[in-house]
């Protein structure tokens, strides 16, 4: 079974600071990664992916994240947090591999807040 | 890419009611999604509906509760029948272009569903 944890479901950080959102997942098979972010009355946008390959992603908005194999995580990291930046972000599973049925497992969530 | 549209974006509706939410796409896709969004917790898939075949339900949701038509590749709707105030709960509609779970999901903006 897949699953997806991410720690802290609030995160507060000061504008121009580091942002880090973590993310945690179980899977017995080697997983497709991803994060979304959710602003405000919107359905959910994605970040980034990881699939296969360079282990570091980088995605929109100055965003990238590390699948880091040994420690089952995919951590969302940016420099320098935006006001913008504002918003829900999750971290998804899915472990269907070639499957066309496949399907996303998703974390609880991460709301951050940037103070100015 | 994929766009997607879903009427209504909020209803607020009496215990033992129906209410079907639409969900258009602007482009051809392979998979569409239903799935809940309750604060605080991660988005649940309640199933997947695929173009001329019955949808595929998850476990804790059945087709007389959740009935849902895939009439052709671009829209899909939802049922949420008989309803009681613990349907309350954003749902969201989502569409993947691809076969693949590595391709990419789109999400709509959610309807919000109040039942009183």
């Known amino acids: 079974a897949q699953s997806v944890t991410q720690l802290g479901s609030h995160v507060s950080v000061s504008e121009g600071a580091l942002v880090l959102l973590r993310c945690n997942y179980s899977s017995s098979v080697p997983p497709y990664l991803f994060w979304y972010v959710q602003y405000p009355n919107q359905g959910l946008q994605l970040l980034l992916k990881?699939?296969?390959?360079?282990?570091l992603v980088k995605g929109i908005n100055g965003f990238e994240a590390e699948f880091k194999k040994s420690e089952t995580s995919f951590h969302l990291t940016k420099p320098s947090a935006h006001m913008s930046d504002a918003a829900e972000y999750f971290c998804a599973v899915s472990a269907d591999r070639g499957s066309t049925l496949g399907r996303l497992y998703f974390g609880r969530g991460t709301q951050l807040t940037v103070w100015p | 890419s994929a766009v997607i549209s879903q009427k209504p974006s909020r209803d607020i509706c009496q215990r033992g009611t129906s209410l079907t939410i639409q969900c258009q796409v602007d482009?051809?896709?392979?998979?569409m999604f239903w799935y809940r969004q309750q604060p605080g917790q991660s988005l649940t898939l309640i199933a997947t509906a695929n173009q001329g075949s019955e949808a595929t339900y998850e476990s804790g949701f059945v087709i007389d509760k959740f009935p849902i038509s895939r009439p052709n590749l671009t829209f899909s709707t939802l049922t949420v029948s008989n309803m009681s105030p613990e349907d309350s709960s954003i749902y969201l509609c989502s569409a993947r272009t691809g076969r693949n779970t590595y391709n990419e999901q789109f999400f709509g903006p959610g309807t919000r569903l109040t039942v009183l």
């Open positions: 990881y699939t296969t390959g360079a282990t």
């Open positions: 482009s051809q896709v392979t998979m």
